[in-house]
Every structure is written in C-alpha cells, then in structure tokens.
C-alpha cells in the first residue's frame, strides 16, 4: 500500500524559494507516475509538474505557469519525491500535494495523494 507524506510548506516572501519533500513508502518495484498537484483558494486542484519514474526519469513535464522557476525531482533511493520551487509569485499560493499513478499522467489516474503540505506567498 503506498502512502506518501509532504513537507517542507510554509509562508514566504514573492520572490523567494520553498523545496518540497514527499516520503514515498510501500511502493512496489515497477514504475510510477510521480506528480505535484496544487489547489489554491477557491479554486480547482491542478497539476504542477510530474515524471515517470521509468526509462531513467527522463519523462518530466511541468505546467506552463511553473516552467523555469520549479523543478521536480527524486533522490537516488526513489524514496523521496522533491519540487524545488524558486522565484515564487502570490499566484502560487495553495495547497501542494504529491502524487502517485501506476498508469498514466490524468488525473483520475492518480490512486495514491498525501494529505497536502500550505504553502503561502505574499
């Protein structure tokens, strides 16, 4: 049973930078869809930036809005999930969740969520 936890959230100042973490554990062996999703005040979740940890985690894609300031990435041990954010903008505020999918990148195929890590922007 694969559970993932976040953290690393908090409130800083535009401009400044927060790197996220997500524990993975109970994971299998196979291959996942890694991904971190968003949801800001009022508003619907939306996916942020997500790899495939197969083909040597080549497989990255990031939403437009975050493109050049975030990045995702894993530690070697493929236990812990990152999103190194920089350049942080108010518009960035919202709850940070990581995310696991088996077979693809839709969001109804993400199974596995973490109860969500607050960042704040001002």
């Known amino acids: 049973h694969v559970q993932l936890v976040e953290s690393g959230g908090g409130s800083v100042q535009a401009g400044g930078s927060l790197r996220l973490s997500c524990a993975i554990s109970g994971r299998s062996n196979e291959n996942y869809f890694l991904a971190w999703f968003r949801q800001p005040p009022g508003k619907e979740r939306e996916g942020v930036a997500a790899?495939?940890?197969?083909?040597?985690?080549?497989?990255?894609y990031y939403d437009d809005s975050v493109k050049g300031r975030f990045t995702i990435s894993q530690d070697n041990s493929k236990n812990t999930l990152f999103l190194q954010m920089n350049s942080l903008e108010p518009e960035d505020t919202a709850m940070y969740y990581c995310?696991?999918?088996?077979?693809?990148?839709?969001?109804?195929?993400?199974?596995?969520w973490g109860q969500g890590t607050q960042v704040t922007v001002s």
């Open positions: 790899m495939y940890t197969g083909f040597g985690g080549g497989n990255i």
């Open positions: 995310a696991g999918s088996r077979y693809g990148l839709c969001v109804a195929m993400f199974t596995y």
